[in-house]
């Protein structure tokens, strides 16, 4: 069955350690993107890459990098630089072309607790 | 800018009852998209509906159907005969005209009483 993996599902580091969070997809997709979400909020648009090798900063970039080298995939880096990394962090994708039926298709998260 | 405004926190509902839970957007732009996702508590987005700016008919999938105003910008989710298994967060979201960039609102906790 396709759709997008995220590992580990539960991640723990210490304060000034870089983390790298994986996500892959094997439904086709061109656009990639990374959310953040905090208790009881809805979704912040950390990054996203609509075509390999290209990547666009969202509203809450900074202390996150990303990379996008193939299609299926596009990890995300949370850099000791990022103030407040604890969160829960999910992965999607969707196809490109004409129309705006495109839903978005989503991982089922990693949540990540930094000490 | 865009914004997907979601006004209720939280909403409870008797099951088998129908719920209608509120979202309002703004946008400059005359083509968009909207879509209603569900996320359980195990922390997965479910896609449920969609509704494009240009269609004609309120969009509907199974029991769940969009009521879209257009004129007053806003996209309402509507449960029909509410399932204990609807319990979970709610959230509007707009695809950005141009773009493959979607906005989200910041959701609506729906609690289903037995």
Known sequence: DGGITQSPKYLFRKEGQNVTLSCEQNLNHDAMYWYRQDPGQGLRLIYYSQIVNDFQKGDIAEGYSVSREKKESFPLTVTSAQKNPTAFYLCASTKTGTGFTREQYFGPGTRLTVT | ?114
Do not use: H
């Not at chain 2, 508590?41 to 269609?55: P, V």
């Open chain 2, 1 to 114: 800018a865009q914004k997907i405004t979601q006004t209720q926190p939280g909403m409870f509902v008797q099951e088998k009852e129908a719920v209608t839970l509120d979202c309002t957007y703004d946008t400059s732009d005359p083509s968009y998209g909207l879509f209603w996702y569900k996320q359980p508590s195990s922390g997965e987005m479910i896609f449920l509906i969609y509704q494009g700016s240009y269609d004609q008919q309120n969009a509907t999938e199974g029991r769940y159907s969009l009521n879209f105003q257009k004129a007053r910008k806003s996209a309402n989710l509507v449960i029909s005969a509410s399932q204990l298994g609807d319990s979970a967060m709610y959230f509007c979201a707009m695809r950005e005209a141009g773009t493959y960039k979607y906005i989200f609102g910041t959701g609506t906790r729906l609690k289903v009483l037995a």
